[in-house]
């Protein structure tokens, strides 16, 4: 079984995983999200030689959020942490609400990225808007519980439910997607990984308040001051 290890970095303690044996790639995980959610994310990398440096961004799960609230802060503790894994530099992974500290340390540390692959990244001012029914199963006890019931009991249910809310998808490409990952051991793995942060308010709540308090309060990322490579992925 994975465990995380709680690195004393120069910015704070930051809890983390390291997967593999080959040149280092940060995983910057999402809103909501977590070390679990980057490691399955990189499973690819790890498994085409790279290692994956995967850190739970502070307010989630056991990285604490104290003082590391800002964008910039967060960005500077992903340096910290390389600093203290050894690695010099690094590629970039990052994905959703992982976007914005994901481009800060790009821009503030440009010596420390090899390379950036934001994939549907934050970057720009965000303010997420959701239904009562969508609140009331994403940030309460009993809506999570539920949820978590439907992963253990209804796999096929989350799995779909989960790939309708991250997409404009057609019924039957919806119908196609639920197909392809039931029967494709690591596409199912991601899919219940993001499923599992979602219904796990109670350890990752205050990364994600925090999170979406900072990115509606964005003006600029700086963007235009990212000199490493860089691919992005996005789409409706």
Same mark, same amino acid.
């Given at each position: 079984?994975?465990? $995380?290890?709680l690195?004393?970095a120069?910015?704070?303690?930051?809890e983390?995983?390291?997967?593999?044996d080959g040149?280092?790639?940060l995983?910057v995980?999402?809103s909501?999200?977590g070390? %679990?959610?980057?490691?399955?994310?990189?499973?690819?990398?790890r498994?085409?030689?790279?290692?994956?440096? *995967?850190?739970?961004?502070?307010?989630?799960?056991?990285?604490?959020?104290?003082?590391?609230?800002?964008?910039?802060?967060?960005?500077?503790l992903?340096?910290a942490?390389? %600093?203290?894994?050894?690695?010099?530099r690094?590629?970039?992974?990052a994905?959703?609400?992982?976007?914005?500290?994901?481009?800060?340390l790009?821009v503030?540390?440009?010596g420390?990225?090899?390379?950036v692959v934001?994939? *549907?990244?934050?970057?720009?001012?965000?303010?997420?808007?959701q239904?009562?029914e969508?609140?009331?199963m994403?940030h309460t006890?009993?809506g999570?519980?539920?949820?978590?019931?439907?992963?253990q009991?209804?796999? @096929?249910?989350t799995?779909?439910a989960?790939?309708?809310?991250e997409g404009?998808l057609?019924d @039957?490409?919806l119908?196609?997607?639920?197909? *392809?990952?039931?029967? %494709? $051991?690591?596409?199912?793995?991601l899919?219940?990984a993001m499923a599992?942060?979602?219904?796990d308010?109670?350890?990752?709540?205050r990364? @994600? %308040?925090?999170?979406?308090?900072?990115f509606?309060a964005?003006?600029?990322?700086?963007l235009?001051?990212?000199r490493?490579?860089?691919?992005v992925?996005t789409?409706?």
């Open positions: 079984m994975t465990r $995380p290890t690195v004393q120069p910015g704070g303690p930051v983390v995983v390291v997967h593999g040149p280092p790639v995983a995980h999402g909501p999200g070390w %679990d959610q980057a490691v399955a994310m990189g499973r690819f990398l498994e085409a030689g790279f290692t994956v440096i *995967a850190p739970s961004r502070p307010g989630y799960l056991g990285t604490p959020l104290e003082g590391r609230e800002a964008i910039d802060a967060q960005a500077d992903h340096a942490l390389l %600093d203290a894994l050894g690695h010099e690094a590629g970039v992974l994905w959703s609400g992982g976007g914005p500290s994901a481009y800060r790009a503030r540390h440009p420390r990225v090899t390379a934001a994939a *549907a990244a934050v970057s720009g001012p965000y303010e997420e808007h239904g009562a969508e609140r009331l994403l006890r009993p999570n519980w539920m949820l978590r019931f439907l992963m009991h209804a796999p @096929e249910k799995v779909r989960t790939l309708a809310a404009d057609t @039957e490409e119908r196609e997607r639920v197909a *392809a990952v039931l029967g %494709d $051991p690591a596409r199912y793995e899919v219940m599992a942060c979602v219904a308010r109670r350890h990752r709540g990364g @994600e %308040d925090n999170d979406l308090a900072q509606a964005i003006t600029t990322l700086g235009d001051g990212v490493a490579p860089t691919l992925v789409g409706t």
